[in-house]
């Protein structure tokens, strides 16, 4: 089922540049469209729609995140198998096999390659076959400030 | 809805420039599954008798996996098929890489394509849409250059299968590529897409693809995964060699146990067994006219698998594959990449060479990776003609210059080089062996070795007797990725199957050499398995762990929602297997030429090494094959009962 | 970037005051000379009136200065340039090169075609000096020592080198 | 002496050579007007002195330096913005670049990005001639391994090219001390670099009487001193006039005088792995006699820089060439016999196989360093391969 806008779109255009697919169309300030057959229902026009116009597969009204609180994927080596599902399934291609620093393994396994394109789908997540991968919101790096 | 495949296929018509998408009945899927069971339905039905290979009436079918992309492993192996034009029936190839979920990913289980193109171009599908594009900038390119190229035009997430020179100047052993210079190689498919005129298919989808129940099937993965973890250490890859030695002197056989062969896959890739197929006479040696005696160990050193190992940057997994056989590999002069040259690669130009330059067999495999040659049939081409200067059938004016020497590695990569490029000698030589041994005339038909016009894998029937059956009998002849007995050892199917023959872990050597019906279940077994293996797009290697540990059957049942007993499968395949012999008796081929030459089935049989004295009862045993999916057994033509039987419907 | 620091290079005090020692002596030395030996005053009388030379060590010194007073008479007139307008300087370039002309290992003229010296005013006058220090160092040193620092070592007589040497050790230290 | 119908000569590079010519830096950095230079060495200069010794022979002279010694062989691009910030909050006025190759690399780019600021991002000066005003002090001090890059007109780090004459440094200081005694290896690699730079531009038809007295010189230099310095490492004198020569051969080498042993070199050593002066030094002498032997006018008066006065004027002009390539030959055997194996004599020594000679050509037209063809390549290659250079019928 795919993802669908409602006309409290006030048509900013957000959507349409997080969309992997390029499933939403439409014109600026006015009410975009979620290609039905291209959706994808990876949800991230629902975490950036400053309206809530967004409605996923069942109709419910998704809800915005802020971005730097969209789940990330975290990677547990331990389970990982290094078979390369979640690099394949990720729709915007931001995962990549790469050494462990410190192992002589030859072995690459998966990680954020571009933290930026990731839209915290899930998608490498739910693939994943031994549950290698946890969503969660990357902590964040409080700085100090001038009053401690 | 359909559950695992995507329900449709996509069409394309060079000629006409015509792109259609196509819904395939769900009755299609649960009849022959999807991968090459799909194909071979859809080409048999298609591709008009006696069309020609390189016209517009052959249709090239690009198809992936029924397990593909839904979390179950191995699950990353595409196919091409069509209409072989090295063998004049049936022809497919088969790939690992990031190709076959690329398929899937925009909405398809198969592109279709057929018809000629004027011009260069190449194939552009995403989800949306799916448009030919111009593609004379990449036409001459080689396959890793231009897939970089189109990459960099269309996306970083683009997946490309494309051919190299060879395909363009249709070379009958040539084949397709994808991801840096993995490559369908068999079948010379890369001709067939070279006379269409199709540089590359360059896939940009990001479909999901529908699983009935994913939990069940990534929990039948998360076991798998653990078999294919465990890992116990290892002999050096040095006393391979001295193992191979051994075994060639036990009067018994030990059954072998996939997990083992994993282990070394794991470490090594199909490298490992560089050294040891030679010592215990897997390996064809000197044109198969050799043996361990020719190339000894001490030649042979420069192959020890950990050698090839210290040149390894990281591990290559295709798509969904957890073991990781293949590896990336530094390597000296113009290409400073390259991917790990495989046993077959090796053999073929090492060993049937009697080549012992390891740099330049790293040299012959990137080049041939990258110009789209199969390496099998090039190393096999080489052989022959370098036999065919030994013995004076070829002159080294013939050769023009080229001192075609065993051994003289110069020599062979300047021929290798002249064959991609189709010149002089290359020119003869670049269709394979067959078809140089008609253009050469006099003597040299006695120096080629091949089934059908295809040369036969690097593993000798002599020692398993198996392969010289699969080398034979399939519609897609020399092809050592189908059956043998010890793939049916690590296939270990009288597990889950009712009524095969099992494997003792012990047996006498000598009873591995009878003719007799037990071997031809086996192989009949063995077929029937691997279209089933080739329809859900899993890896050889995955199933070599053996049927209790790689749940095939479990995964494709849970992925589809279907509940069908093994039984039910091996029927199917058994199915499949029918369709495509049917389909080459359509097109007019007598399954009897498809014979492997005597000299590979040890007739007349070597004097020396492990393999001497021994003759494979080949017609033997290929009566009795045929006879277990109820063909002819003289011709082996599929009967009209047996056609009924399996539900196949000629209309 | 993770090194980056910075660095005071520090000074070479000892090498400094030996130096400063030798200048102060020389300079003294100059003005005895001048009066003391004859071809030390013929080229002194030849300089102009209020000629000014100096001689040290680039960048930071030491310096010392000697000159013409109005009586045409060389003096010692102390290690500090400010305020003085110099006619002609000899500064060496650098202070391990004044090391090694003040510890005799290079003689004068071969430091300066070595390109340790930079001389800045008329050169008839340097070369002039050049001759005065050379006559001076005759005196000052011992015959092993002078004859590396200059380039012909003269033959004088008796009365002259070492009487002269006599009473111009004892003239620089007193200071008259 | 040859007199073209028009030439153009520049080098701004002062050269300071000899013992203690270091501590002159205070002195020169004064007549520069900067008085907080930015010291810039590489990795193992820490580990060689380098940097001490420059340091004391500031010592006294009341300025402040900045000192960055740690610029990796293989720098990233990343590391020069770095640098330009440090130069710039640090109110540096100047740089020291200690060391050799990819650490004067830096040093220059660092020294393009301070003096334009503003404006123009470094990407947009790449390339030839986009530099058109005179830099910021830049002064370097080679040490052992330089190869005359440091002083000549280029600068470049991984896909980053610079060219400009304003890239050459305006003092070069050459002090003993900072050329030690090195691995045989790195030694002849550096010199066979100057060497090839100074033959090619000797040679080329973009001489002029000036550069060719820079070449003459290091050609000289290191034909004279490079197989001594070799067998005996000790010889103070001998490295510093080798550090002599590849400054004055990187003051003559341009676009138009790096010819056909400088791509071939190049290629050989990207494909193979083999050092850059090394590949560079076997094909050397085939280069030249190819060259010869299809009437290029200059290569007779190689031998006189090769060989000296007497044996030039005692060789019939017709046999000159062929004497200087036989004496460069002997040069690269006498290397190969002393330094125990660190000097192939020919490309097959070197591990190269017969049948990669193609892709040598092949690549080596694709980098287009110089104007020859495909076969020309080949040719010199298959000759380098086997150790026979073309002579004369």
Redesign the interface.
Known sequence: MSFTITDECNGCGACVKFCPVDAIRGEKQEVHVIHDMLCIECGACGRICPVEAVRDGEGNRCVPVRKSMWEKPVFNHKNCISCTICIDACPVGCLALARLPTAKDPHGYPGLKDEKACIGCGFCASECPTDAITMAVPEIKVKRGAHG | MPDAYMGSILRVDLSGETISEERIPDSIYENYLSGLGLAAYILFKEIPAGADPLGPDNILGFVSGLLTGTGSLFAGRWMVTGKSPLTGGWGDANCGGTFSPAIKRCGYDGIFIRGISENPVYLYVTGEKAELRDASHVWGKDAVEAEKMLVAETGPRSRVALIGEAGEKRSLISGICNDGGRIAARSGLGAVMGSKRLKAVVLNGAKRIPVHDRDAVHKLSGKCGQWVRMQSPLIPGGMMAYLGAFMRFLPVQMALDGMLYKMFLRKWGTGSMNQMSVEMGDAPVKNWLGSHIDFTAKKSAATNPDILKQREIIKYHCYACPLGCGGICSTKGKYARTHKPEYESVIALGGLCMNNDIESIFYLNELLNRAGMDTISAGATVAFAIECYESGVITRHDTGGLELTWGNSTAIVELVRAMIRREGIGDILADGSRKAAERIGGDAKSHAVHAGGQEPGMHDGRDDPGYALHYSVEPTPGRHTIGSFMYYEMFQLWKVIKGLPRIWPLYMKGSKYTANKKKAVMGAACSRFMNVVNGAGLCLFGTFLGAKRIPTFDWINAATGWSRTPEEYMEIGGRIQTVKQLFNIKHGIEPNNFLLTGRATGDPPLVEGANAGRTVDIKGMIRDYWKQFGWDEKTGKPTAESVIRSGIRED | MSTYREVKPGDKPFKRAYVAVMLWFVGRAIQSAARVDRAVRAEFDALPEGFTFCLGVEPRGPFMVVGKNRKGKAKYLGWNLQGREIDLSMRIKNLEAAILLFTFQESDALSACRNRIIVDGDIPAACAMMRVIDIVEVYLLPKIIARMAIKRYPAWPFRRKYLGRVRIYIRSVLGY | MYLPNQYRFSCSAKI?S?T?AL??L??EL?ALNATRPLIIAGENSPRRGYVKKV??A?????????????IPDDPDPS?IG??VN?YRH?DHDSIVAVGAGPVVDVAKIVNIAISHDGGASLRQLEGGARIMNPLGPFILVPTAGATGYETSRYAGVRDMMFSSPFLMPDLVVIDPRMVPAVESGQMIDSAMTALTHAVEAYTSAAKNPIADVYGYAAIGFVMKHLAPVVSRPADREGRCALVNAACMAGCIISDDTRGMAHALGETVSA???IARGISMGIMLPYTVAYRAVNGEAFIAELLLPVAGFYEYGRTTPSLRASVAVTMMIDLVRELNETADGVMPRTLEEA?V????L??IA??AVSHGLSRFGRDDYLTVARQAWEGSPAMDR
């Open positions: 300071n000899g203690r501590e002159n205070p002195m004064d340091i004391s500031l010592k006294d002279s009341g300025m402040t330096l900045g000192v960055c010694d740690d590391l770095e640098l440090l640090r494909m193979f792995g591990g196989p017969e049948y990669m193609q892709d092949e690549t």
